[in-house]
């Protein structure tokens, strides 16, 4: 499991004595079980989902304020909405356990591995999204009546406190709960959901509206012009917590050559036709706007500004025959939003289960850099003038970089053979920076000697001194140069 909690695999060749002339590159088993992976990915989309249709509804409810019959008319994508969060939670806590440990399905059933997972933090962090769930079914029941009534500031006052802590469930368990900028990549997140949810939850609203309305009773256009000012404001949040998470996950332009760089990409494009269908919902929606008609006609999605029929529209006997076709054209603009919206989704599910481009550039950048050691090795020999008192200590510095650094040292005597001493104690001096002695603080591991506890502030030569001790009256203290590469 990765530091953001994704399941990750790896692989490498290495020899033991000479290598053999014949090499095959190894090749890593699936971090993942096929189909646990893929239910994984199921349970992760119908949340997004759920939360885009949960918030999305009780925005446009609060702030667009539609009327009865559109308020009748969206109770059944709330309540969608609430069961699709729950239920893909307590499928993700199930599925969580062999998704985490590379069991198959079986690891389903498995009671070690429910009890794993409610223990971690991506568990944790689903367990309280449920109890947050509990609280909004508690809300809806207590607040349906006061939408509409004096009351309605303290409905959406606990709205938005749930909203953001159901948002922040994401946030604490995925990307930006590791990584650089930890505090500012958590707030970053919780304001991309919830404008995500506000601009494709809202949208599927108006889309439901604009098919069931009947026409003698249609939404509002005061209505669709606060929605359409609410989804520009969305749209803005979307764009500049994007911009951040996408420089926070690339770190550089080579990293679009990455799986996560290529998901972006694609969802960068995939946004890109979503506003193009918003802009043709505009100019359908100031058309509609400019004939006169009997009553103010709904619709309007891309965040233009609505103006009032024109005086004089007294009936629809006034109106322009093409109106009809005109509202058609309308609901295509706004399917067209909600369909490209259902892509974009799948996208970010994929997206938010990637590595990201950073840290795959990082570590492909550790691995290729020709010349660099990711391994120092270093060959002290020692005699303390006893009889058997002389051998050598074999220490590995791993990376050998500047930062913290994994020690293994191990004892040999005179005949090459391992042996047990009852002391051996490292530092590092560099005398150019007059730092150190740091000691390495080794423990003895029944074999050998390690610690990686070492941080190694500097670059350069350093000096190594080994205090070996092979008896309780002999001992002798021996010293090597090492290089620290940046």
């Known amino acids: 499991m990765s530091a953001d909690s994704h399941a990750v695999s790896g692989a490498f060749t290495f020899s033991i004595g000479e290598p053999s002339q014949t090499r095959a590159d190894a090749v890593a088993e699936p971090a993942v079980d096929p189909t646990v992976d893929v239910l994984y990915g199921l349970g992760r989309y119908v949340a997004y989902a759920g939360l885009a249709l949960l918030i999305g509804v009780v925005v446009f409810v609060l702030v667009c304020r539609p009327g009865t019959l559109a308020l009748r008319m969206v109770r059944r994508p709330l309540l969608a909405g609430w069961w699709a969060l729950v239920l893909s939670t307590v499928a993700l806590l199930v599925v969580r356990g062999p998704y985490a440990s590379g069991d198959g399905l079986a690891g389903v059933f498995a009671p070690k591995l429910l009890l794993s997972t409610v223990d971690s933090r991506p568990g944790i962090a689903l367990l309280v999204r449920l109890g947050l769930l509990l609280l909004v079914a508690l809300l809806l029941r207590r607040g349906r009546s006061e939408w509409h009534a004096d009351r309605g500031t303290a409905a959406a006052g606990g709205a938005l406190a749930l909203a953001l802590g159901l948002a922040g469930t994401w946030a604490a368990a995925e990307h930006a709960s590791a990584g650089i900028q930890v505090p500012v990549a958590i707030v970053s997140p919780v304001l991309h959901l919830l404008a995500m949810a506000v601009w494709l939850g809202g949208l599927a609203v108006l889309l439901v509206v604009l098919f069931r309305a009947p026409t003698d009773d249609p939404l509002a256009s005061a209505a669709v012009a606060r929605f359409s000012r609410l989804a520009l404001g969305a749209v803005a949040v ?39 269908a918003a802009s043709y919902s505009r100019n359908w929606t100031e058309r509609l706007l400019r004939v006169p008609q009997e009553a103010p006609v709904l619709v309007a999605v891309g965040g233009g500004e609505h103006r009032p029929p024109p005086e004089g529209a007294t009936g629809p006997d006034t109106a322009d025959p093409d109106l009809e076709a005109q509202r058609r054209g309308l609901r295509r603009s706004v399917l067209a939003e909600v369909v490209i919206g259902v892509v974009v989704l799948a996208v970010t599910t994929v997206l938010t289960g990637s590595q990201p481009g950073r840290a795959a550039t990082e570590s492909a950048a550790v691995s290729t850099t020709v010349g660099r050691p990711n391994v120092t090795l270093a060959v002290v020999p020692f005699d303390t003038g006893a009889p058997s008192g002389s051998g050598k200590v074999q220490i590995t510095l791993e990376p050998g970089r500047v930062g913290r650094n994994v020690v293994e040292a191990v004892v040999f005597g005179a005949d090459g053979s391992v042996i047990a001493i009852p002391e051996l104690r490292l530092t590092f001096t560099q005398s150019a920076q007059r730092v150190g002695p740091l000691d390495a603080e080794l423990v003895d591991q029944s074999g050998y000697w390690g610690s990686d506890s070492l941080n190694l502030p500097l670059a350069g030569t350093w000096t190594m001194r080994a205090t070996v001790r092979i008896s309780d009256v002999d001992q002798v203290t021996v010293s090597k140069t090492v290089k620290i590469t940046p």
Do not use: D
């Not at 690339?250 to 996560?260: C, I, K, M, N, Q």
């Open 238 to 276: 979307l764009a500049a917590t994007g911009v951040y998470q996408s420089w926070r996950g690339l770190g550089s332009w080579e990293a679009f050559t990455t799986p996560y760089g290529r998901t972006l990409a694609l969802k960068i494009g995939a946004v890109a036709l979503m506003l193009l």
